[in-house]
């Protein structure tokens, strides 16, 4: 089932669990014998690829190449996190966050990100190395927050990308 069509309801949600074969609440979250696997008490961010809104290219790809995740200080996430990637309310991939954030003006290397792509280069933008899970064509979602970045504080989007994290194949 394709999550993307249309916007986000509960009714989705259900019939996404039941395409895992699974009901609401039964999920296998709290099974750590696999250290790739995540618990529910996890913080899970959002954060779109559009810097400063649509109007701005995409960088989508290159963070992807580059296997980082940025953000701003504001929204600091942790090594251990996961974080939607997002074009716009697309969940295109979720990636786990494999290191604490640094300032992006650490390392010059991104500096193409500000030149190309209209990423702020100051303190207060951050990268972090991360595991990526591109999200197959079928299991691409819509998260419906107006802001490019943030905590996901409702539940089952938090649900959704727990078990994707946690069913991908690795």
């Given at each position: 089932?394709?999550?993307?069509?249309?916007?986000?309801?509960?009714?989705?949600?259900?019939?996404?669990?039941?395409?895992?074969?699974?009901?609401?609440?039964?999920?296998?979250?709290?099974?750590?014998?696999?250290?790739?696997?995540?618990?529910?008490?996890?913080?899970?961010?959002?954060?779109?690829?559009?810097?400063?809104?649509?109007?701005?290219?995409?960088?989508?790809?290159?963070?992807?190449?580059?296997?980082?995740?940025?953000?701003?200080?504001?929204?600091?996430?942790?090594e251990g996190d996961l974080v939607l990637i997002t074009d716009g309310f697309t969940v295109k991939a979720i990636v786990k966050v494999l290191e604490e954030p640094a300032?992006?003006?650490?390392?010059?290397?991104?500096?193409?990100?500000?030149?190309?792509?209209?990423?702020?280069?100051?303190?207060?933008?951050?990268?972090?190395?991360?595991?990526?899970?591109?999200?197959?064509?079928n299991l691409i979602f819509q998260y419906l927050a107006q802001r490019g970045s943030g905590r996901v504080r409702k539940r089952e989007i938090k649900e959704i990308a727990?078990?994707?994290?946690?069913?991908?194949?690795?």
């Amino acid at each position: 089932m394709n999550l993307s069509s249309g916007s986000y309801n509960y009714r989705k949600t259900l019939d996404f669990y039941e395409t895992l074969g699974l009901r609401p609440r039964e999920f296998p979250l709290l099974n750590m014998s696999n250290k790739n696997k995540v618990s529910d008490d996890i913080t899970i961010w959002k954060f779109g690829c559009n810097w400063g809104g649509r109007q701005n290219p995409n960088f989508y790809e290159f963070i992807q190449e580059e296997k980082i995740v940025i953000g701003r200080e504001r929204f600091r996430y942790a090594e251990g996190d996961l974080v939607l990637i997002t074009d716009g309310f697309t969940v295109k991939a979720i990636v786990k966050v494999l290191e604490e954030p640094a300032s992006i003006t650490t390392n010059s290397k991104y500096r193409v990100l500000a030149d190309t792509y209209n990423v702020a280069w100051d303190n207060r933008t951050i990268f972090a190395k991360a595991d990526w899970y591109e999200l197959p064509e079928n299991l691409i979602f819509q998260y419906l927050a107006q802001r490019g970045s943030g905590r996901v504080r409702k539940r089952e989007i938090k649900e959704i990308a727990l078990n994707l994290w946690n069913e991908r194949k690795v």
